[in-house]
């Protein structure tokens, strides 16, 4: 029998992505000046306020010239919180920079004399997870509600089109799949979206539901490759906006928080999740480096055929840099066989896998650049299924999402004996 799932997004706009968006970027900015940098960074948004909080450990090159003020300002300004209507925007919003050395103690443990000994910077456990679904690996749920706020970003900043937008949006997209697990079609999309108060509230709402239908979906469905659009049927559920008028918005209309979308940063619901939030995280916190690293693994193998679907799993102690333990669920769906014609176990596979990938916190860091200024680019629409890229800080080129590369998919091939001209590609 078919069953239904379902996952959200938020926009750039939502209070909770604002405060990741500056936390990442403080990030980048001490990272700029120190590769080395320790940084635990929170922020808290609300009604015309900004609260930064934490931890940093860098040097004092570091220290003199990272503007925390300047720099969330020029995130809130980026987004599109401009007008003082918004009762949060970049020039009149206070800022209270509360940032402090971090503990010795905790920097006894992640610190070492030969850098390849540095421990993990906390306990924990962390999941990566992939599947056939998309092209890029990523469950169609969450592809989706990501690619419609994303849509709904470049037609407000375009201004051309839906003039009334506001920074803050949310999405929703419900999938039907088969009792085999396939996309069989879209059951329901939800969009709520911030707007201008431009008319009677029901001529309004009748207006942005009209819009949404006729300009925003038409873009998404040509962004998509053929067998989602199919997706797309006649009856499909939509809720646009379903509470009514939504002109208070952003930090305004709800506080945010760094760190409070991990699902919507990660798989939307699928697979595991190990509690740790990412944002506002140097490379040193597991939470964050081992959630790359894991997802990595999982796309791997499922791009290698080792499986359709992978959960990937480590966890750490403390101060320690060899992982304390190494997971991995196909789901009962892996195709590799020993020499004698036997089905792999996944326990078979889990210690091929711990065999190629080493996931010491410093191999991991190295592995994607993790000491370089790349993170601004993570902190909204997902830190998973992003395409890699370049990005340009100061002058110097980095590699962005090294993470999402399928460089490791030939020897995966090659450890479980499968034929090189073996093709995964989504279904």
Same mark, same amino acid.
């Given at each position: 029998?078919?069953?239904?799932?379902?996952?959200?997004?938020?926009?750039?706009?939502?209070?909770?992505?604002? *405060?990741?968006?500056?936390s990442?970027? @403080?990030?980048?900015?001490f990272?700029?000046? /120190?590769?080395a940098?320790?940084?635990?960074?929170?922020?808290?948004?609300?009604?015309g306020?900004?609260?930064?909080?934490g931890e940093?450990?860098?040097n004092?090159?570091?220290?003199?010239?990272?503007d925390?003020?300047?720099?969330?300002r020029n995130?809130?300004?980026?987004?599109?919180?401009? =007008?003082?209507?918004y009762?949060?925007?970049?020039?009149?919003?206070?800022i209270?920079n509360?940032?402090?050395?971090?503990?010795?103690?905790?920097?006894?443990?992640?610190? $070492?004399? =030969? #850098?390849e000994?540095?421990?993990?910077?906390?306990?924990?456990?962390?999941?990566?997870?992939?599947?056939?679904?998309? !092209?890029?690996?990523?469950? &169609?749920?969450?592809?989706?509600?990501?690619l419609?706020?994303? #849509?709904?970003?470049?037609?407000?900043?375009?201004?051309?089109?839906?003039?009334?937008? +506001?920074?803050?949006?949310?999405?929703?997209?419900?999938?039907?799949?088969?009792?085999?697990?396939?996309? #069989?079609?879209?059951?329901?999309?939800?969009?709520?979206?911030?707007?201008? !108060?431009?008319?009677?509230?029901?001529?309004?709402?009748?207006?942005?539901?009209?819009?949404?239908?006729?300009?925003?979906?038409? $873009?998404?469905?040509?962004?998509?490759? *053929? $067998?989602?659009?199919?997706?797309?049927?006649?009856d499909? =559920?939509?809720? @646009?906006?379903?509470?009514?008028?939504?002109?208070?918005?952003?930090?305004?209309?709800?506080?945010?928080l760094?760190?409070?979308?991990?699902?919507?940063?990660?798989?939307?619901?699928?697979?595991?999740?190990?509690?740790?939030?990412?944002?506002?995280?140097?490379?040193s916190?597991? /939470?964050?480096?081992?959630?790359?690293?894991?997802?990595?693994?999982?796309?791997?193998?499922?791009?290698?055929?080792?499986?359709?679907?992978? &959960?990937?799993?480590?966890?750490?102690?403390?101060?320690?840099?060899?992982?304390?333990?190494?997971?991995?669920?196909?789901?009962?769906? *892996?195709?590799?066989?020993?020499?004698?014609? +036997?089905?792999?176990? /996944?326990?078979?596979?889990?210690?091929?896998?711990?065999?190629?990938?080493?996931?010491?916190?410093?191999?991991i860091?190295?592995r994607?650049?993790?000491?370089?200024?790349?993170?601004?680019?993570?902190?909204?629409?997902?830190?998973?299924?992003?395409?890699?890229? =370049?990005?340009?800080?100061?002058?110097?080129?980095?590699?962005?999402?090294?993470?999402e590369? &399928? !460089?490791?998919? !030939?020897? &995966?091939?090659?450890?479980?004996?499968? *034929?090189?001209?073996?093709?995964?590609?989504? #279904?």
């Amino acid at each position: 029998m078919s069953y239904l799932f379902t996952s959200e997004s938020v926009s750039e706009g939502h209070p909770d992505k604002v *405060a990741d968006q500056i936390s990442d970027a @403080i990030i980048d900015a001490f990272l700029t000046y /120190d590769s080395a940098a320790k940084v635990a960074c929170e922020t808290f948004v609300t009604t015309g306020l900004v609260v930064i909080g934490g931890e940093i450990k860098c040097n004092n090159e570091a220290k003199a010239n990272v503007d925390v003020q300047k720099i969330t300002r020029n995130v809130i300004n980026k987004i599109g919180y401009n =007008k003082s209507e918004y009762q949060f925007d970049a020039v009149s919003c206070g800022i209270l920079n509360a940032l402090h050395e971090q503990s010795s103690d905790i920097n006894q443990g992640v610190e $070492r004399a =030969k #850098e390849e000994d540095q421990g993990a910077g906390d306990q924990g456990m962390m999941f990566g997870y992939a599947c056939r679904e998309t !092209d890029n690996f990523m469950p &169609l749920p969450l592809e989706l509600s990501h690619l419609l706020l994303k #849509e709904l970003s470049a037609i407000r900043k375009e201004g051309k089109k839906m003039k009334y937008l +506001r920074p803050d949006a949310k999405s929703q997209v419900t999938i039907q799949y088969s009792d085999k697990g396939k996309p #069989e079609k879209i059951e329901t999309i939800v969009i709520s979206t911030q707007h201008d !108060d431009f008319d009677a509230d029901e001529k309004m709402l009748a207006k942005i539901k009209d819009d949404v239908l006729n300009i925003l979906i038409p $873009r998404v469905k040509k962004l998509v490759p *053929a $067998r989602v659009k199919k997706l797309f049927g006649n009856d499909i =559920k939509y809720h @646009i906006n379903p509470t009514g008028k939504f002109v208070i918005g952003g930090p305004h209309g709800d506080t945010g928080l760094t760190g409070r979308k991990i699902i919507v940063d990660t798989y939307g619901g699928r697979g595991a999740h190990g509690g740790g939030a990412f944002s506002g995280k140097d490379s040193s916190k597991v /939470d964050r480096s081992a959630a790359y690293a894991t997802r990595h693994i999982a796309k791997n193998l499922v791009a290698a055929g080792v499986c359709d679907e992978a &959960l990937v799993q480590v966890a750490y102690a403390i101060g320690v840099a060899q992982p304390v333990g190494l997971y991995v669920n196909t789901y009962n769906l *892996a195709k590799v066989r020993n020499s004698e014609g +036997r089905k792999l176990t /996944d326990g078979e596979i889990a210690a091929k896998v711990a065999n190629i990938f080493d996931m010491r916190p410093s191999a991991i860091v190295k592995r994607f650049g993790l000491k370089n200024p790349i993170y601004s680019e993570t902190a909204a629409y997902g830190h998973m299924g992003r395409t890699p890229g =370049k990005v340009t800080v100061n002058g110097k080129v980095y590699d962005t999402f090294g993470w999402e590369k &399928l !460089d490791y998919v !030939d020897t &995966l091939k090659k450890e479980f004996h499968i *034929a090189e001209s073996a093709a995964v590609t989504a #279904e």
